[in-house]
Nanobody, 124 residues
């Protein structure tokens, strides 16, 4: 059974930092791409960041470049999202997802597996 389990969310003041983790299990993800998405109340799910285990390329939403960093630990099958200089508008549920080969890194429809999400709340 494939599982993506996010952790690390919480309440943080504006300007603070958080690191989200996503532990993947249940299959081999070496040929998958991993991504983070977020969804704020009343808004559509939006792309945050992505990378491929084998490819090494990193992708970010333009508006988040420089503040967010995606990384992975292949040995632990874990993906991380480091978020710095957080703003109230970063408040959302953050989801980890895994995408098989093909599709587009920023399209949620391309992702096959999803975690349950972790809440990030940034207070002003």
């Amino acid at each position: 059974q494939v599982q993506l389990v996010e952790s690390g969310g919480g309440l943080v003041q504006a300007g603070g930092s958080l690191r989200l983790s996503c532990a993947a299990s249940g299959r081999t993800f070496s040929d998958y791409a991993m991504g983070w998405f977020r969804q704020a109340p009343g808004k559509e799910r939006e792309f945050v960041a992505a990378f491929s285990w084998g490819g090494g390329r990193l992708y970010y939403a333009d508006s988040l470049k420089g503040r967010f960093t995606i990384s992975g630990d292949n040995a632990k099958n874990t993906v991380y999202l480091r978020m710095n200089s957080l703003k109230p508008e970063d408040t959302a549920v953050y989801y980890c997802a895994a995408r098989p080969p093909g599709g587009h890194y920023s399209s949620a429809l391309s992702y096959q597996y999803w975690g349950q999400g972790t809440q990030v709340t940034v207070s002003s």
